[in-house]
């Protein structure tokens, strides 16, 4: 694999690593500001011209910004061997945004140590470049965003040797050392094995709702008469944006104020645990803990309590009754968009290529907007965004009715004072 440099470093034989993506998210200098790491000298002791030869002092703050030569470098090292990686260093404008990692890696550069000569021109005496040798130790930690702990711990070591005249740069050199410590790190046996792993999702996945399972209880939210202008801002803060496998995505919403969300069966993906962002930026995570795949329903449990959430209503639409979807269409940036549009049909159930009711609407949705949630004028939680008739046709558009996503799912829509009665019950079985 060749590097921005020119230098080339060799490639390892994994490929296809489980489809997960993994993402250089820190990286600290432990390694005081000041500090001599290395020399540089003259050519046969002579001093060069250009070359500030004498002791080389390590100047970098101790935290790097995100995006710097350390995260290009591990981009390039670990792309060519099979991985992949967030981050492409190309990608230079945010409609280019690239997806979050899977898994979050960390490095601390425990040492640098570089040795270095400059080579100087004969007849002007002037420096055209430099030979010797650079060090890098690198710790690294990999981090499991869903289980939310470190997964793996690994050191490793790059050298550099340059026995032929490369630039004059000091840094250069550290950085192709760290190459090196990243080559070495990608053909870890123990890295494949973690990124091999997908722990902790149990198969055959979560579990189904079936015959005689206890159903859940949810508290009646008085419906709003308000105009949906007026509280669009509590609804973008009930919709949510779900991070899936190697850089999907879709939407939910929040149905209880003790985090249950809905979303569509086929965003999870058959998953026990998912990556859930808020609106305020905030990640959680949330557990699977049912679905319907026929009805293409699911309810996840988020962690955490004191959750917004939305009224039902639990009247179905009118055709040409004006409807609002909130979502994430397309990209994850584009989360929490809203659109406008009318009922456009009801599409009664037609086994067995459609085994149920949907509604028809021409709200504009997209992949991403899968799972989220359609209001009424008012804001009322009507239906689940659930697909399209095409590709090419945004105005043709299905969502599931609330209420029987609801009642696949084992959900009750009680009044208060029924829903404190059953969780009593439950707190004391």
């Known amino acids: 694999m060749q590097l921005a440099d020119g230098q080339t470093v060799s490639p390892g034989t994994v490929t296809g690593l489980d489809g997960r993506t993994i993402e250089l998210t820190r990286v600290q200098i432990d390694i005081p500001r000041g500090r001599e790491i290395g020399r540089l000298q003259g050519q046969f002791g002579n001093k060069c011209l250009g070359a500030k030869t004498g002791p080389i002092y390590q100047e970098r703050p101790r935290i790097q910004e995100r995006s710097n030569e350390w995260s290009d470098t591990f981009y ?34 425990s040492e640098m140590q570089i040795q270095v000569h400059a080579v100087c021109d004969f007849l002007s005496e002037r420096a055209v470049g430099m030979r ?48 090196d410590a990243v080559n070495q790190l990608a053909a870890l046996p123990e890295l494949h094995k973690t990124m091999a792993e997908r722990a902790p999702l149990p198969s055959p996945g979560s579990p189904a709702i079936t015959e005689g399972q206890a159903r859940l209880p949810l508290r009646r939210v008085a419906l709003s008469q308000q105009p949906i202008d007026s509280q669009i801002d509590r609804l973008r803060s009930a919709t949510v944006l779900i991070e899936v496998g190697a850089g999907g995505h879709g939407s939910g919403f929040l149905v209880s104020e003790d985090g249950l969300m809905v979303t569509n069966r086929h965003v999870i993906g058959g998953q026990r645990f998912v990556r859930v962002r808020l609106v305020s930026g905030r990640t959680v995570v949330g557990e699977v803990l049912r679905q319907h795949e026929l009805r293409d329903v699911a309810l996840v449990k988020l962690e955490g309590s004191g959750y917004p959430v939305v009224p039902i209503r639990e009247t179905p639409v009118r055709i040409t009754e004006e409807v609002y979807a909130i979502g994430a269409p397309q990209l994850k940036q584009l989360a929490w968009t809203v659109t406008r549009g009318v009922v456009s049909a009801w599409r009664p159930a037609r086994p067995p290529s459609q085994p149920f009711d949907l509604i028809q609407a021409d709200v504009a949705i997209h992949p991403g907007n899968s799972g989220g949630p359609l209001f009424d004028k008012q804001g009322n939680l009507v239906a689940i965004c659930v697909s399209g008739y095409g590709k090419d046709n945004m105005s043709l558009n299905q969502f599931i009715p609330i209420l029987d996503g609801l009642e696949k799912l084992g959900l009750d829509l009680v009044d208060p004072a029924e829903f404190e009665r059953r969780r009593r019950l439950a707190a004391s079985q």
């Open 76 to 109: 390039r090292v670990m792309n060519g061997h099979g991985y992949k990686v967030a981050g492409d260093p190309s990608q230079m404008f945010e409609v280019q945004q690239r997806q979050e990692g899977d898994l979050q890696f960390g490095v601390t550069i």
């Open 132 to 179: 010797g040798n650079a060090r890098v130790t690198a710790e690294w930690q990999v981090f499991d965003p869903v289980r939310r702990q470190v997964i793996l711990r690994q050191r490793s070591e790059g050298r550099f040797d340059a026995p032929q005249t490369i630039a004059l740069d000091g840094n250069l050199a550290l950085q192709l050392a760290f190459a």
